[in-house]
């Protein structure tokens, strides 16, 4: 039986030439952004959710999901385990009795100042190698481009 499939040329589609190194470069980021993390004595979703409460005055769950990388499905358990090593705590929300509001403990906002800095100081180098600031600025609209593209209807016009 004859294949009738057309090859599939990279060169004729520029996307595809971007899959593999993006899905490369994002999980070499979260399997080094991971293990310095467990360095510290946390998980990459606890850290992602106290980088995210720290500075702040709280959030609610839903808010919180969307704000880190960590999935919905995933969240509750990274936030019961955070609650028991007494780094964050919940509050009702006094405009709405039905959604709780996650805040950083004395101790978590503690942590918080001290895992940032040191997590940032940490990952810098990896990007400071690898580009110049001007290409840092150009890749972070770039794939700010992308995500927003991901927001859309796949239907919509194509730019």
């Not at 992602?48 to 808010?63: F, S």
């Not at 100042?113 to 890749?139: C, I, N, S």
Request: hydrophobic share 35%; proline share 5%.
């Amino acid at each position: 039986m004859e294949d009738r499939r057309d090859p599939v040329n990279l060169e004729e589609e520029p996307f595809r030439m971007l899959l593999r190194p993006l899905a490369e470069a994002y999980l070499s980021f979260i399997r080094e952004s991971d293990r310095h993390a467990e360095k510290m004595g946390l998980t990459g979703g606890q850290f992602d959710v106290i980088a995210t409460l720290g500075d702040t005055d709280g959030m609610c769950c839903r808010e919180l999901s969307e704000k880190t990388l960590v999935t919905k499905g995933t969240l509750t358990g990274v936030l019961d385990r955070l609650e028991r090593k007494g780094l964050i705590y919940g509050t009702t929300s006094p405009s709405d009795r039905r959604i709780r509001i996650i805040r950083l403990t004395n101790k978590g906002e503690a942590l918080f100042r001290k895992v940032f800095p040191e997590h940032m100081d940490y990952l810098k180098p990896f990007f400071q190698r690898a580009l110049t600031g001007a290409e840092m600025k150009t890749l972070k609209e770039l794939l700010l481009k992308v995500r927003d593209s991901f927001q859309e209807e796949p239907g919509s016009p194509v730019a």
